[in-house]
């Protein structure tokens, strides 16, 4: 059984930096490609950023230049550093292979919810 936990949110200053990461077990992690995504209030879950099992990552533009993904195969951890966080960065941040099976919450962990405010 595939078990995604994410961590490291919290509320954040505009402009904070945390760190997100992702454990994974179940999966055969190294043969993945690996996703952020997000989802803010009322919004869809979209992509934020993915990481090939070779280590290449394919960002959206809304993350080029703030967030840095990668990936420690022996750990089975993904990780995102955000930087220049924004109030639009505020969302529940997931992570999940690259395409996800489905969008039922039994093939998604809880995420990591990162609030971006003063």
């Known amino acids: 059984q595939v078990q995604l936990v994410e961590s490291g949110g919290g509320l954040v200053q505009p402009g904070g930096s945390p760190r997100l990461s992702c454990a994974a077990s179940g999966i055969i992690f190294s043969i993945f490609t690996m996703g952020w995504y997000r989802q803010a209030p009322g919004k869809q879950r979209e992509m934020v950023v993915h990481i090939s099992s070779d280590g290449r990552p394919m960002y959206v533009d809304f993350g080029k230049g703030r967030f840095i993904i990668s990936r420690d195969n022996a750990k089975k951890v993904v990780y995102l550093q955000m930087n220049s966080l924004r109030s639009e960065d505020t969302a529940v941040y997931y992570c999940?292979?690259?395409?996800?099976?489905?969008?039922?919450?039994?093939?998604w962990g809880q995420g990591t919810q990162v609030t971006v405010s003063s």
């Open positions: 999940n292979i690259c395409p996800p099976p489905s969008f039922s919450n039994d093939d």
